[in-house]
């Protein structure tokens, strides 16, 4: 059953179904993802905690996964999960935010979860926009690009999340995206088992909030510009800086 849906959703909470999920969220891939790396990890779920803040992404383990999971005030999720692990440090403590609870907000607690190597897994779904609060500018949000809160254009620089962190101390640091599912998979799989900072940005979709209000609107555009516009770490160290411009760098920067 390796791979199959039919294998997580033993996993699922299916009577919160439909999902909260807006048509076309790459957010549901993600959900989806985690969930095969616990099931390819042999992990005990009941010994999984998962730690979310307020936003669309928190909405990927509360409610939808059937073990434990705390929905906490909004851009602290990491700061609860620190205090869960200490207080019980035989639990597999996992993080999922978006990105501006986990680098807006968040920001903070992040850095110094980071900084002190904390053994917590930090997945953030980044889909460079505030999703369920109308579409605001994140400090993700591409220089740019239109946004409820930038109707002509974001002015100013995002954050690039993976040089952040790991500029912070994390011990392992990977990019993906919801296209790029099964090195997504590995690489959730290989955060897991980590001993330590471990953090995974996840590029996700938003068609709702950020697609609609830039060039690719509709689900299947915004995969395909996914698809299109990462490249691996390995491909990068062969592209000019003028090659690089437009594109998103994928794979392990740390670990
Ligand atoms: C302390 C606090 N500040 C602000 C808010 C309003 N708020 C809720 S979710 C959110 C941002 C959601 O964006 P993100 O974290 O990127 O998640 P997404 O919905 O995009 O997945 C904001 C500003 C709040 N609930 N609590
Ligand atoms: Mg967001």
């Excluded at 035989?90 to 680098?103: F, P």
């Excluded at 992040?110 to 997945?123: C, E, F, K």
Aim: aromatic share 8%.
């Amino acid at each position: 059953m390796k791979g199959t849906t039919a294998s997580i959703m033993k996993y699922i909470r299916t009577e919160v179904f439909p999902t909260p999920f807006c048509a076309g969220c790459g957010h549901g891939i993600l959900l989806g993802a985690i969930l095969h790396a616990v099931h390819q990890s042999g992990l005990d779920f009941s010994r999984v905690l998962f730690v979310s803040g307020i936003g669309c992404a928190g909405w990927i383990p509360s409610p939808h996964y059937n073990t434990d999971t705390l929905h906490v005030t909004h851009g602290r999720p990491v700061a609860f999960a620190t205090g869960a692990k200490l207080f019980n440090p035989e639990l597999t403590v996992v993080v999922i935010g978006g990105d501006g609870d986990i680098a807006s907000i968040g920001g903070n607690h992040l850095i110094h979860a980071a900084r002190r190597n904390m053994d917590l897994t930090v997945i953030c779904a980044n889909n460079m926009v505030y999703g369920m609060t109308g579409g605001q500018a994140a400090p993700t949000t591409p220089r740019g690009a239109r946004t409820a809160t930038t109707p002509t254009g974001n002015l100013e620089p995002p954050f690039d999340l993976v040089r952040l962190v790991a500029a912070a101390g994390a011990t392992y640091v990977a990019r993906y995206s919801v296209w790029h599912v099964r090195p997504l998979i590995a690489s959730i799989k290989k955060a897991l088992q980590h001993t330590g900072f471990s953090f995974i940005e996840v590029l996700s979709t938003c068609p709702t909030q950020y697609g609609r209000r830039n060039e690719e609107p509709t689900p299947i555009g915004m995969l395909r510009a996914l698809k299109q516009n990462c490249v691996t770490v390995k491909r990068a160290e062969d592209l000019s800086p003028e090659e690089l411009v437009g594109k998103t760098v994928i794979g392990e920067f740390v670990g």
